[in-house]
């Protein structure tokens, strides 16, 4: 749109023209691009008063082609966005170096080769934020590059290959330095010293790379960070108490899938602002500090995969009212399941499974109400029918993982078992329970995943199975059941098979697919299963 009083200048025109002529699809932008018109007028297009051009914004405009450096001859120009399109080649140094751009933003293309340095003879740039994300960028990232760019303020280089380490010259003289995301890429090395310099640095998104060694103390210094992000690497050591107290700024602190060891210090009760606490797939052992409790603001706490142990108790959940999501499975946490969890009235998402836990379900559990998410299997829980009359009052549950507990109970027939009525998928398994497959099952009409394998069931498969409409996995195998198969099971829709083919390890068949071993009436029907995804329970 333009806001010039005056017709763009037959200079600027022509660059436009000579990017429209460098485009191998233009999607309709050269009918508007028209040689004969003021361009200021042209889509995309924003001129000042005095009508030079200050803005190309051309998002997601199906673009197809390599951008011409001759946007780099519109002196005036302050913002380029080209992203959201279908973009090749390289990233002309002329933006780069630009006496005008101010946010340059060429994400979501397929500009590829490297990044080049530029001349040391190039004088100050005013760029300040840069976004090149989620294009095919490769080779080292520069590093002189930005001491010539006293302005910047922001840097997305994520979702690319760029190897080498990451450039320390961020911190070199750039006061007002912010934002620096380079996650999904190939650096490898440690991190680099000097970025305690980066006084204003709020933001430091590393993740999914190849980084090593441990976090230097100098990271500590950038005390104006509110979020740290370094998931997937090879990071290691311990994380020192003393210096985290420095980072009460944090909001989101992720660090999982690293191979960090040693405890979680008691200083992380200090962050105040944390609201993501992401320390999952480490080497993390000891107990939960209480003063985790003191983190009133968090909203997701994932310490699954660790080296855990104690009680929970020693942390009292009940001052997190914040809390959707908490995961600590895979650890050695022993006792009962914390009364003070049952507090946490806005939890979504709760996944304590593969530890120690004992005891029994608390009716408590049933103020939870907005839990959609619960895995406790693999714990040594009793009382399966009480447990399930609890769960039932959880209307918003879809996925509840219990198997591998209540070893030996009996398979509950209680009818009044109602509820579940949004559950998706419910595992039962490795439970070595017995009784017949009950039909307060036939309730769950939005089940799609049924586990009930490794029990010691008996009787037959029940006809209602066909009125589970949704139901695209069911594995009912190493049980005892007898009878045959019911024919209206092989034809419910969704486990229907659209190709079955001969293999040379067996019968291949499509995802949610039902498949038998043996003849259609058995009189020890051992092997029932789905072939199909696997759950992570």
């Known amino acids: 749109m333009a ?3 005056i017709a763009c200048l037959e200079q600027e025109k022509s660059s436009l023209l000579r990017f429209l002529a460098g485009l191998s699809h233009d999607n309709g932008i050269a009918m ?4 004969g018109i003021d361009c200021c007028a042209w889509e995309g297009i924003t001129c000042s008063e005095d009508g030079a051009i200050i803005e190309v914004y051309l998002v997601s405009k199906g673009l197809e082609g390599q951008i011409s450096p001759s946007l780099g001859e519109l002196r005036s120009l302050l913002y380029l966005n080209l992203s959201y399109n279908l973009l090749s080649g390289g990233l002309p140094e002329e933006l780069m170096s630009s006496g005008s751009i101010i946010v340059l933003d060429v994400s979501f293309n397929r500009l590829d080769g490297d990044l080049q340095e530029l001349n040391s003879s190039v004088s100050d740039r005013p760029l300040q934020v840069l976004n090149i994300s989620s294009n095919r960028f490769t080779g080292e990232f520069p590093s002189t590059t930005w001491e010539k760019m006293r302005s910047l303020v922001a840097i997305n280089a994520s979702n690319n290959s760029f190897t080498g380490q990451i450039a320390s010259s961020f911190c070199t003289g750039l006061p ?3 934002m620096l995301d380079v996650s999904y890429n190939q650096f490898s090395g440690s991190i680099p010293p000097g970025i305690g310099k980066c006084t204003a640095l709020k933001v430091l998104k590393a993740g999914h790379n190849n980084i090593s060694g441990a976090l230097p103390d100098d990271l500590f210094h950038a005390t104006s960070l509110e979020c740290l992000s370094f998931p997937n690497n090879d990071l290691q050591g311990t994380i020192d108490g003393v210096l985290m107290i420095k980072l009460s700024n944090l909001v989101f602190l992720d660090l999982a899938w690293n191979r960090f060891s040693g405890t979680i210090p008691d200083s992380i ?19 939960l500090p209480s003063s985790l409790g003191d983190c009133t603001n968090v909203i997701t706490i994932n310490l699954e995969n660790n080296k855990l142990a104690g009680e929970l108790s020693k942390v009292n959940f009940s001052n997190l009212h914040n809390l959707q999501a908490l995961g600590l499975s895979s650890n050695y946490f022993t006792g009962t399941i914390p009364d003070s969890i049952y507090s946490c009235g806005t939890l979504t998402w709760l996944r304590l499974s593969r530890n120690k836990l004992q005891g029994q379900l608390t009716e408590k559990l049933e103020n939870l109400k907005s839990l959609t998410f619960v895995s406790l299997s693999y714990n040594n829980f009793t009382n399966i029918t009480g447990s399930l009359h609890i769960l ?9 993982l219990i198997g591998s507990n209540f070893i030996h109970e009996a398979m509950p027939e209680d009818e009044t078992i109602d509820g579940f009525e949004n559950l998706h998928v419910l595992a039962i398994n490795n439970c070595a329970l017995t009784g017949k497959i009950p039909n307060w099952l036939s309730k769950l009409k939005k089940l799609e995943l049924l586990l009930l394998h490794n ?14 409409n949704f139901l695209k996995y069911i594995d009912l195998s190493n049980n005892s059941l007898i009878g045959d198969i019911p024919t209206a099971l092989m034809e419910m829709p969704m486990l229907k098979s659209d190709k079955i083919e001969d293999q040379p390890d067996g019968p291949r068949v499509s995802p949610y697919t039902i498949y038998f071993r043996g003849p259609i009436a058995m009189s020890s029907l051992r092997a029932l299963k789905i072939i199909g995804p696997a759950l992570a329970l």
């Open 3 to 5: 806001n010039s009083t």
């Open 32 to 35: 508007s691009w028209r040689n």
């Open 176 to 178: 007002s330095f912010a």
């Open 392 to 400: 039932k009052s959880l209307r918003n549950l879809t996925t509840l």
């Open 455 to 468: 029990n010691q069931l008996s009787g037959p498969i029940p006809t209602w199975i066909n009125s589970l």
């Open 269 to 287: 009760g200090k962050l105040k602002r944390l609201q993501e606490f992401h320390m999952n797939n480490n080497n993390i052992s000891g107990e």
